[in-house]
Structure formats: C-alpha cells, structure tokens
C-alpha cells in the first residue's frame, strides 16, 4: 500500500474522532516501529495526526491563527493547559526499551509468540516448513509464555506514557 494512501485513511479515522470532541487520543503502532525509527508506516500515523491538528486548528481558529495577536501567548501556555500538539498521540506498542528486553522480528519468533499469546488459533507452528521465507523460519522458537512476557512489558510500558 502507498504510505500516501494509508496517511488519508488514518487521517480520516482521527478526523472523525478529533472533530467528535476527542481531545486525548492515542494511536498505537506495532508495525514498522522497529528500534523506534520511523519508518513508513509510522511516520504516516505522525503526519496524519500533525497536519489533521493543524488543519482543525485553522478550521476552529481561522486561518493563520498562529500569527493572529490574540494569540500571541499560545506557545507560552502549552504547558499549562490544553495543548494540540498532544491531542494525538503516537506510540509505538513495544517502545524501544521494551523491544531490547524481549526481541523484535516480522513473522518471527517474537512476533509469533505475540500472536501465540493474544490469539493462539492463529499460529500453527506445522505451516512454516513449507515456506521459504527467511523472516518466519524461527518462528517455530515461538511459544506462550514468551508472548506473555511481552505483552506484560509491553503493558506496564505504555500505562507509563498513556494519560
């Protein structure tokens, strides 16, 4: 998919939620947020959620509410009160801590166990031996009690960052 694509899909989805009132809405990202680089898929979350702000803010505000004198004390009061800017908010759902104290692949061991862990049906281990495809020839190391280590981490880690 075109990440161009799927930043107006995600875009649309926030819209309605930013447009309904929402003022603390946080997106959770598992693919492509590997290490916390940003990838495509990740940045095109961000973009979306930024230029969604930005466009709501001159929607309500006026365009060039920013440079309008009435508000010359908004970037002096983010910190005391409603911010935009943290309206939307990214995170990835196995922050980079959490990713170097369990593991981190696509289809892998790691991401098997996951799935072995939230969703057990969808998993069968038998399937990968008729596959060639390098990424998920580990994932037969998968297993339950991995996944639920790192869904626990992955947990305790966003209850941290989630207001």
Same mark, same amino acid.
């Given at each position: 998919?075109?990440?161009?694509? #799927?930043?107006? $899909?995600?875009?649309?989805?926030?819209?309605?939620?930013?447009? %309904?009132?929402? &003022?603390?809405? $946080?997106?959770?990202?598992?693919?492509?947020?590997?290490?916390?680089?940003?990838?495509?898929?990740?940045?095109?979350?961000? @973009?979306?959620?930024?230029?969604?702000? #930005?466009? #709501?803010?001159?929607?309500? &505000?006026? @365009? %060039?509410?920013? %440079?309008?004198?009435?508000?010359?004390? #908004?970037?002096? @009061?983010?910190?005391?009160?409603?911010?935009?800017?943290?309206?939307?908010?990214?995170?990835?759902?196995?922050?980079?801590?959490?990713?170097?104290?369990?593991? $981190?692949?696509?289809?892998?061991?790691? =991401?098997?166990?996951?799935?072995?862990?939230?969703?057990? =049906?969808?998993?069968?281990?038998? &399937?990968?031996?008729?596959?060639?495809?390098?990424?998920?020839?580990?994932?037969? =190391?998968?297993?339950?009690?991995? %996944?639920?280590?790192?869904? @626990?981490?992955?947990? =305790?880690?966003?209850?941290?960052?989630?207001?």
């Amino acid at each position: 998919m075109e990440a161009s694509v #799927f930043e107006e $899909y995600i875009k649309m989805i926030l819209k309605s939620l930013l447009y %309904g009132g929402w &003022r603390n809405i $946080y997106m959770l990202i598992h693919h492509q947020y590997e290490q916390e680089n940003l990838l495509p898929m990740t940045l095109s979350c961000m @973009k979306a959620a930024k230029t969604l702000t #930005f466009e #709501f803010l001159e929607d309500t &505000r006026g @365009k %060039g509410w920013w %440079g309008d004198n009435k508000n010359k004390e #908004f970037y002096e @009061k983010l910190d005391q009160g409603d911010n935009p800017w943290n309206w939307i908010t990214v995170l990835p759902c196995m922050s980079k801590e959490v990713q170097n104290q369990t593991g $981190y692949d696509h289809a892998g061991k790691y =991401e098997c166990s996951i799935l072995a862990a939230l969703y057990p =049906e969808t998993v069968i281990k038998d &399937r990968i031996k008729d596959s060639d495809e390098w990424f998920i020839q580990d994932a037969t =190391e998968s297993s339950v009690e991995m %996944g639920e280590k790192m869904v @626990k981490l992955c947990l =305790e880690d966003l209850k941290k960052k989630i207001k």
